[in-house]
């Protein structure tokens, strides 16, 4: 199957600096990607939605000038974490979208990336 | 998350089936999935059903949807040690974006 990754795999920062994330689709293109994040023992919450070469679109609650979004090419996706907060701390989790040629279109996640805010 | 409930832990012993429960509350959806998570990593798709479907196999796992009552099942065949996770069932709604249910942990003991 297609493969997704992520960079960092976690990450320490202290609170008031800002995190980038990095997702990459390693062999397909993806013309959309998807952010989630998830707390401990929860479900995955989407976040956004990011389009190659467009703006993001959030969910309800996501603030847009917290959490930026980049999608810069078919293969990556950037979410920044801007003046994170202890609050901000979760496993932030991005999955790439691939038409599966059936009507399907199959969503391949990321490792996810470890955030703590101390 | 709130649309789609799952239960929350589920132990089986080694070599026996494991049903998994999942309802989901929008007539719509489209498609249903099951996804697999293990410990601090994302998740893997293991097989997904679409709406006008009433079962699905695909060697070990069997998945039930029966629409009239919004529920979706997936049973796991001669459970192993390696089954242990949390599964998460999903709808989507034709736009390709997913809601996820809570996750069930799924314990297999010896």
């Known amino acids: 199957g297609a493969v997704v990754s992520q960079h960092p795999s976690w990450v320490i920062c202290k609170s008031g600096t800002s995190v980038k994330i990095e997702c990459r689709s390693l062999?397909?293109?993806?013309?959309?990607m998807f952010w989630y994040r998830q707390f401990p023992k929860q479900s995955l919450m989407l976040m956004a939605t990011?389009?190659?070469?467009?703006?993001?679109?959030?969910e309800q609650g996501v603030e847009k000038d917290k959490f930026l979004i980049n999608h810069a090419s078919l293969t990556l996706s950037t979410l920044t974490v801007t003046s994170a907060h202890p609050e901000d701390s979760s496993f932030y989790i991005c999955?790439?979208?691939?038409?599966?040629?059936?009507?399907?279109?199959?969503?391949?996640f990321g490792p996810g990336t470890r955030l703590t805010v101390l | 998350g709130e649309d789609v409930e799952q239960s929350l832990f589920l132990s089986v012993r080694e070599g026996d089936s494991s049903v998994i429960n999942c309802t989901y509350t929008?007539?719509?959806?489209?498609?249903l999935y099951w996804y697999k998570q293990e410990p601090g990593a994302g998740l893997q798709l293991l097989t997904y059903?679409?709406?006008?479907?009433d079962m699905k196999q695909d060697q070990r796992l069997t998945v039930l949807l029966n629409k009239k009552d919004k529920h979706l099942s997936l049973r796991i065949a001669d459970t192993q040690t390696g089954d242990s996770a949390i599964y998460f069932c999903?709808?989507?709604?034709?736009?390709?974006?997913?809601?996820f249910g809570a996750g069930t942990t799924v314990t297999v003991r010896a």
């Open positions: 999955s790439a979208e691939e038409s599966l040629g059936t009507g399907v279109n199959e969503q391949f």
């Open positions: 062999d397909f293109q993806a013309t959309t």
């Open positions: 990011s389009n190659e070469g467009s703006k993001a679109t959030y």
């Open positions: 929008d007539s719509s959806s489209t498609y």
């Open positions: 059903i679409f709406s006008n479907m």
């Open positions: 999903a709808e989507s709604m034709g736009d390709y974006k997913l809601s």
